[in-house]
């Protein structure tokens, strides 16, 4: 079975500063992988994916993530954080195959001026 | 491009009423969909996935006669909610993909349901 743990539900950074949100993931097969930003009131929006193509993967809005093997790791960051970042950050998992996406509990990150 | 449309994005009805959520996949044709519930300040809680054509899939703990999912057309699934109930009410959120497995979910705006 698939899972993620995404460390910290809260993160607060200085408008500028790095973003750097933490997400873990177990699974038996390669994986596929995702982060998901989710603003007051609606749905989910895709910023990324890891599909076993390039390790590093770059996403919309300036984010990217990095695909570990090693660590069982795939972080989501961005060098300077906006205002407008501030949201609520899903890391999910899917196994190759499969069709459910496994989420994480969440992070909701907080931007300060 | 893979825009997901939800629709109502608001429900307000009495207890005991049906309400029908749609979900729609404007641009591509989804596969397979996907009926999410969310409590506040949680995570995603995968109701069903249904595939076009097929009965859905209820994941454990979820009523089928309570919540009737119909994917009759590669562009559309219908969530609803039958007699339902204050306890019913939450974020629920839909989402599509194609059939290729790298493919990801594309979501929905989602609708809230309150039940008073």
């Known amino acids: 079975a698939q899972s993620v743990t995404q460390l910290g539900s809260h993160v607060s950074v200085s408008e500028g500063a790095l973003v750097l949100l933490r997400c873990n993931y177990s699974s038996s097969v390669p994986p596929y992988l995702f982060w998901y930003v989710q603003y007051p009131n609606q749905g989910l929006q895709l910023l990324l994916k890891y599909t076993s193509a390039a390790t590093l993967v770059k996403g919309i809005n300036g984010f990217e993530a990095e695909f570990k093997k090693s660590e069982t790791s795939f972080h989501l960051t961005k060098p300077s954080a906006h205002m407008s970042d501030a949201a609520e950050y899903f890391c999910?998992?899917?196994?190759?195959?499969?069709?459910?996406?496994?989420f994480g509990t969440g992070t909701q990150l907080k931007v300060e001026l | 491009g893979a825009v997901v449309s939800q629709h109502p994005s608001w429900v307000i009805c009495k207890s005991g009423t049906s309400v029908k959520i749609e979900c729609r996949s404007l641009d591509f044709q989804a596969t397979t969909m996907f009926w999410y519930r969310q409590f506040p300040k949680q995570s995603l809680m995968l109701m069903a996935t249904s595939n076009e054509g097929s009965k859905a899939t209820y994941e454990q703990g979820v009523e089928k006669d309570k919540f009737l999912i119909n994917h009759a057309s590669l562009t559309l699934s219908t969530l609803t909610v039958t007699s339902a109930h204050p306890e019913d009410s939450s974020f629920y959120i839909c989402?599509?993909?194609?059939?290729?497995?790298?493919?990801?979910?594309?979501f929905g705006d989602g609708t809230r349901l309150s039940i008073l």
């Open positions: 999910a998992v899917k196994k190759g195959g499969g069709n459910k996406l496994t």
């Open positions: 989402s599509a993909r194609t059939g290729e497995d790298n493919q990801p979910q594309h």
